[in-house]
């Protein structure tokens, strides 16, 4: 659901910027319990603005484009609302000490200019290497909706004819075929697994990634959802029958609508997908989030009370300007919080950055989504999946949604697991937190690969 610096889905951030100091390479370090993610901010100036594209060395990740940069009465104020993330800093003495923000997390961030790099290197064990023992088929699939072109990679078991087929949706954000984050290749690893053992999937570069087309407007939810449902319909086309859909975080979220549109999906598997309002999925985020990264229980309370009173200022809106109105909204709230937990001189850059994001047409849909409305519709076998450490999608929660609205629809063939000890990504982990995704070797648990192939064919 959301990540931080992500090639897929992963942080990719919106820079502003104007100084005639700001010029050059400004590198920090995210840090939460003792661990750290190191960014790299290349900032040139063309005429009167600004060019910057962001390094992520521990990911790998090098030169990625970013698209503004403003640096205004010393602040520097980073947007990148289409990823759910903000950062804004104030420039003094030679460094730019600000706020990273991300879904529920806020961290300090303080950047400093032509900061020596060190090397990183990952080991990460799972990975498939060649050669492969199964079949590949490099594709691509034209959406009749919006025109654009799905590029991917069916990956089929050797010498077996008959066996199931399941698209694979990713997370929050733009990522590509394998789901690729902090070098970790989640759906490359699965893909793998399931092809070894007589499972066949079709993996694909989200649109605007790897070599999949752009759209030129600003895609929700269900325009993804389109995409994935001309998956099914082209796998269909190549003599497909046995088609099933497996999504991860946001990915788990569109199955239930894909299926609910297109009766040729024939099961569902949900890794970390919500099961219940976004809404209410969001503040449990927000809170777990926040304490996980550090902050103060009182600040987290108020960060969870204020963001409440922000989505009910939007789902009540009648007005013509929301973004405008909602930012003087916040300010407002902004300047109730006690002394020390927001910078004055940085209040308002900090309050346009958060606006800006969650009024983007893709938050707007993705906060008034309520999965209920699906997921109480499907007949087919329903695999829910989930990690006890899961702060981004709470566990116990959105488990219970499903099971809830499954034995509504009267779905006798479903199964609910909540992993012990398992993060978002499937990683054994020792608190869940953000930081440890790239800290930790193993791509996903051994026993998540065991369960959902044997779950799928024993269909």
Known sequence: MVKIITTTALVLLSFFGYSQDIDGSWSGELEVQGMKLPLVFNIKKEGTQFKTTLDSPKQGAKDIPVKTTTFENNILAIDASDLGISYTGNYTN???EGKFKQGGMELPLV?????????YTFNRPQTPKEPFDYNMEEVTILNPIDKNTLAGTITTPK???NFPILVMITGSGGQNRDEELFNHKPFAVIADDFAKKGIATLRLDDRGVGKSSKVDKKSTTADFATDINTAVDFLVAKGYTNIGLIGHSEGGMIAPMVATMNKNV?????MAGPGIKIQDLMYKQIEQGGLLAGEKPEKVKLDVATTKKLYAFIESYKGAELAKDLETFYINELKKYPTGFIKPESLEVEAKAEIKQITHPWFLYFLKFDPALYISKLKIPVLAINGSKDFQVD??????GFKKELTKAGNKHF???NFE??????????TGAFSEYVEIEQTIAPKVLEKMSDWVLKL
Request: glycine share 6%; hydrophobic share 35%.
């Open 159 to 161: 010498d077996k004819k």
């Open 415 to 417: 199964e609910i697991v």
């Open 395 to 400: 566990a116990i929660s959105n488990l219970e």
């Open 421 to 430: 000890g398992l993060n978002h990504l499937f990683q054994e982990c020792t």
């Open 111 to 119: 950047l400093e200019q032509n900061k020596a790099q060190k090397d």
């Open 266 to 270: 024939k099961f569902i598997i949900s």
């Open 94 to 96: 030679g460094k730019i």
